[in-house]
Structure formats: C-alpha cells, structure tokens
C-alpha cells in the first residue's frame, strides 16, 4: 500500500512539472498571437460599425472623394441650390 501511494505521489510530481510546462508554452504562444488577434477584432469591430452605419460610412467616402478632386465647393454650391428649391411645407 505505502508502494503504491509512493508511486501515486511520484505521478502527481511528474504531471504537475508537466503541467507547468505546458502552461509556459502556452503563455509564450498566446504573446505571439496577441497583435495578430487584437488587429482581427479591430476588422471585426469596423465591420460591424459598417454594417450598422453604411450611410455614414459612403457619406465619409463621397467627401474624401470630393476633397481629392477638388469639387468640393462646386457640390456645396449645387446642393445649396437643391436645398433651396426644395419645397418647405409649415
């Protein structure tokens, strides 16, 4: 009996030094995973902002597309003049 529990207590020695291993491994790998994991829930967390705002996102798209061609004066004028044929109603 006391052979038995001996080897028991060897066995748990054996599995907890293992054990402790393994848990430094894994430590190591998930800090090798950490930047490429934080830039995956960035584009998750932009996907959805997409997808719950499309309007605001194609919005943001037209005015970077209107800056860079320089138009941008010729769509304020052109939309000051639709909003001011537009028909208010009291």
Request: contains cysteine; aromatic residues 4%; proline residues 3%.
């Amino acid at each position: 009996m006391k052979k038995r529990l001996n080897d028991l207590g060897c066995r748990r020695r054996l599995l907890l030094e293992k054990i402790n291993t393994q848990r430094m491994e894994v430590a190591e790998i998930s800090l090798q995973l950490q930047k490429p994991l934080a830039l995956v829930d960035a584009g998750i967390i932009a996907v959805h902002f997409i997808r719950r705002h499309p309007t605001l996102v194609a919005g943001g798209a037209t005015l970077l597309l209107a800056l860079r061609r320089g138009n941008l004066r010729h769509m304020a004028q052109q939309g000051w003049r639709l909003f001011c044929q537009y028909p208010a109603k009291i």
